[in-house]
C-alpha cells in the first residue's frame, strides 16, 4: 500500500487530500475564496495566488494531523502542475517540490485535468479502461476516450468558451452572483426550461466539438429586452446547455462502442439537470453512466492525490525542475480545432 498527499491550486480552491492505493481517503481539506472573488463576479488571479500562499501549508499540517501521519510516513507527493492560472499552480507546485525534496520522496506532477479523469476511479474500483469521458468545468468541454493512464484520446473540444465559463457568465449578466454554475441552477428550479427561445450552437451538426459563446450573446440580448423574468432565462439556457452536451456526447458514444462506460466529471458534473440528462444517453447506448460524488466533482486534493496514486503505480515520476503550466491537453497529439487554440 502506499500513500500519496496531493495538492491543488490551479483556480480558486486551495486543497490537500491523503489518499492510499487502496481507495482510501484518509484525510482532505478545500478552502474555497468565495468571499474574495465575489465583488468582482468571477476570479481574480492575483487574489487567488495570494491567497494559495497564505492557506496551503495550514492546510497541509490539517490533513496531516487528522489523518495521524507525518510526512516521513508519505510515499509520494503529488501536484497540480498545470493548466490553470499560472500564480496558482505555481504555489502548489513549488510547495509540492519543497516538500518532496524536504522528505526525500517522489514527486509527481499532475494534470489538473487528468484529475478530473481518473477521479471516477478513485470512488468507483469496477471501472475499467478505456471508458468514455465528458469533461465539463469552468475551463473546459471535452469529450475523451480514456484508454489508461497518461492515455487519452480526444474527440471533442469546445471552440470557444467552456460550459462553466457560460454558467459563470449567465449567471454574473442575470445578477445572480459567484459562484454562478450553483446560482444558475438555484433559479432555474423554478423556471420553464423552454421559455425563452435560445440557440443550440453546432446541435445537429456534424461537427463533434461544443460551442457556447454564442449561446451566452443570446442570454445577453434576452435579459437586456426585458421580456423575460430571470427564472426563464436560467432554466431555459440552463436546458440550452443540456440540450448542447447531449447531442454532442451522442455523437461520441456512437464513435466509442469500445467505451466500458459514460463517465461525466469536473465541476460542472454536479449540475442535477446536466446528470440526469446524460444518464439517459447513456442508457440509451447500453453504457453504465458514473459520475463522481459531488464533493469529488468540484477542484479537491484527494482527485490529485489518486491520479498521483496511479501515476506512481505506472511508474510515471518527475524530476523537481519540472516546470509549471498554464495549458496542458490531455491529448497533446489532437489536432487543432478553430477557434479553441492551445488549450484544446
Known sequence: MTLILGLESSCDETAAALVDSERRVLAHRVAGQEAEHRPYGGVVPEIAARAHVDRLVPIIEDVLTEAGVSLADVDAIAATAGPGLIGGVMVGLVTGKALAHAAGKPLVAVNHLEGHALSPRLTDASLAFPYLLLLVSGGHC??????????????????DDAA??????????????????????RVA??????????????VGSSEPHFSFAGLKSAVARAAASGEHSVPDLAASFQQAVVDCLVDRTRIALAACPEASAFVVAGGVAANGAIRSALTGVAARFGKPFIAP????????????????????????TDPLSIAARPRWPLDERAEAVRGAGVKA
Open 142 to 159: 471535452q469529450l475523451l476516450l480514456v484508454r489508461g493512464v497518461s492515455n487519452y484520446r480526444r474527440l471533442a473540444t469546445t471552440i
Open 164 to 185: 462553466g465559463e457560460a454558467f459563470d457568465k449567465t449567471a454574473k449578466l442575470l445578477g445572480l452572483g459567484y459562484p454562478g454554475g450553483p446560482a444558475v441552477e
Open 189 to 202: 428550479a423554478g423556471g420553464d426550461p423552454r421559455g425563452v427561445a435560445l440557440p443550440r450552437p453546432l
Open 293 to 316: 460524488p459531488l464533493w469529488l466533482c468540484t477542484d479537491n486534493g484527494a482527485m490529485i492525490a489518486w491520479a498521483g496514486a496511479e501515476r506512481l503505480a505506472a511508474g510515471l
